[in-house]
């Protein structure tokens, strides 16, 4: 069990993509990759505007994640909490696979009364395991208003991270970049929060929406090798503030 | 999932409840009131698609059910609808108000106050000797049982040892939120979370308090001029510094009983024996003044 490890990508977009391909593809690909792909989506008021929500919910679901709509204001607890279940669904998956071989039953066929020493051994495991975890973070020009929050919650989500036992590493890819660049790498995997914090400052906002571009970046730094990213950015990204 | 109105049949123990109405929402699941249709009896059921949360909160209900100030767990078990499987637990129903909805109602004082977080306390700290914490301690997680004159803390959920991480906080009562310190789980962090909420409990104010910083906080306790050594207090727990929880909860037992002291003979009760004393001696001066005019003018 000392092995296993989570690797997680976690889109937080408050629009549709808009440019750079489909991020649902992109999800899926991730996934072939053992990387698991959250969403998150930042909303004035719940449940309205259903284009970007449909979005979230269609790359938790080809990336085989979680997904959770929330304000800014929340979004720090979100994030943690998202992080929280990806991890337990993990080790669920290996803890049920494990069990079928053992007991011929997975957790759900076991008497409720008799689960509670398998709950309390995937706590522990989920408090030790090596978590690998990279943000994407929309920084069109819609998110304007909500960047320093978001900035605030990706430091909070280290803290709850840190908190644990094991090895905790965050990535923080922007899109789209700086310039005409889909994306840009803030930084690249460390446990040093004051690194992140240094490197997250430099955060900006403008221009359009290229989710998959992201996708395929953190996939990159997940492999280190390069993806099929290279094919697909053809066209222009950003220019017009107006485009979201 | 709708379940108003439904009735609920467990997998496994086959027991039906019809839901009510809803109690509450979390992070984790949904408590809604029932009626168990064999004792036609109220309870309170929590469900989730969590099964780590829901049997988690069950075994910490029935490993600390000796502790006291805790809801009765009634059972444990799954339900299936559309072939998805939620599970519940199956908890006493307290009749009341949580602590939050309470103090707008009810106009509580200072003594009355630390009161109630004396009792709580003494729950957590019977925790902490067992090398746990309770982590998620909030307004809306102590329940007031009219009923039985007692106070209950529901939602178990954020119980963890000693040692591990946090899994379940509040950013108002979270200190890594505050920047004063990790959430890696020590006594300490309880000891920030129950100082902020009696803080919370004189401030009345969640919006305004989760905007200021704990030097405001400070500030603001010696403006409101409470309790001196009160004030003192508080800012050690907040601050975490030279303070264990159990050493918090003593000196708030300690100032309990001189809180009764002083309302005795308090400021407001001298300030009006000054203002009596006062008008009773013009009003005798006044009077022997008429009779001397009286007698003058005979």
């Known amino acids: ?244 | 999932m709708k379940l108003h109105g439904k009735i609920i049949t467990g997998k496994w123990n086959g027991n039906k409840y019809k839901v009510i109405g809803l109690l509450g929402k979390g992070g984790t699941g949904r408590v809604y009131k029932v009626l168990d249709i064999k004792s036609n009896s109220y309870y309170a059921l929590k469900i989730s698609e969590d099964i780590q949360s829901i049997t988690k909160e069950s075994d910490m209900l029935n490993r600390f059910i000796y502790i006291g100030s805790i809801p009765l767990s009634i059972e444990l078990d799954d339900y299936e609808e559309d072939g998805k499987i939620y599970y519940f637990i199956v908890i006493e129903y307290i009749k009341g108000e949580n602590l939050r909805e309470y103090i707008i109602k009810n106009n509580l004082n200072l003594k009355e106050l630390v009161g109630i977080v004396i009792i709580i306390g003494e729950m957590i700290n019977k925790l902490h000797n067992k090398g746990f914490i309770f982590g998620d301690l909030k307004l809306e997680n102590v329940m007031i049982d009219r009923e039985n004159g007692e106070i209950k803390v529901i939602d178990l959920g954020g119980i963890v040892p000693i040692g591990s991480s946090v899994k379940e906080f509040t950013p108002l009562y979270d200190r890594a939120k505050w920047n004063m310190g990790s959430r890696r789980a020590d006594t300490k962090y309880d000891l920030f979370s129950i100082s902020m909420m009696l803080v919370n409990l004189i401030f009345k104010n969640e919006s305004k308090l989760s905007n200021m910083s704990i030097r405001d906080i400070i500030h603001g306790l010696k403006r409101k001029k409470i309790d001196k050594e009160l004030t003192k207090l508080l800012q050690r727990g907040l601050e975490q510094k030279k303070l264990e929880f159990h050493e918090f909860i003593k000196e708030l037992k300690k100032m309990y009983k001189t809180l009764r002291y002083k309302k005795k003979i308090g400021y407001n009760n001298r300030v009006n024996l000054i203002i009596n004393t006062f008008f009773l001696g013009s009003l005798i001066s006044f009077v022997i003044m008429l009779i001397v005019v009286i007698k003058i003018m005979q």
């Not at chain 1, 080809?62 to 607890?77: P, Q, R, V």
């Not at chain 1, 605030?152 to 310039?179: H, Q, T, Y």
């Open chain 1, 1 to 244: 069990m000392e092995q296993m490890k989570v690797n997680q990508i976690i889109v937080v977009t408050d629009g549709r993509s808009n440019v750079g391909g489909n991020p649902i593809i992109a999800a899926k690909e991730a996934v072939g990759n053992n990387i698991i792909v959250s969403a998150i989506g930042i909303v004035e008021k719940l449940e309205e505007d259903e284009g970007p929500i449909e979005e979230v919910q269609n790359i938790a679901a080809s990336g085989g994640g979680e997904w959770e709509l929330t304000y800014i204001e929340n979004l720090s607890t979100t994030l943690h909490m998202l992080t929280q279940r990806t991890v337990n669904k993990t080790i669920n998956t290996v803890v049920n696979k494990q069990l079928k071989e053992l007991i011929g039953a997975e957790l759900d066929e076991i008497r409720p009364k008799r689960r509670n020493k398998f709950v309390e051994y995937i706590e522990n495991v989920s408090d030790e395991i090596h978590i690998k975890c990279c943000i994407l973070l929309d920084c069109s020009g819609s998110m304007k208003s909500k960047i320093s929050k978001a900035r605030e919650s990706i430091i909070d989500l280290m803290n709850s991270l840190k908190g644990r036992k094991g090895k905790s590493e965050v990535a923080v890819i922007a899109f789209p970049g700086p310039k005409t660049e889909m994306t840009n790498i803030v930084n690249d995997f460390t446990d040093d929060i004051e690194y992140i914090k240094d490197e997250i400052c430099n955060i900006r906002t403008n221009g359009t929406t290229p989710t998959a571009p992201a996708i395929y970046k953190a996939i990159e730094l997940f492999s280190g090798r390069a993806s099929k990213s290279n094919d697909i950015i053809e066209e222009e990204p950003l220019l017009e503030d107006s485009i979201v």
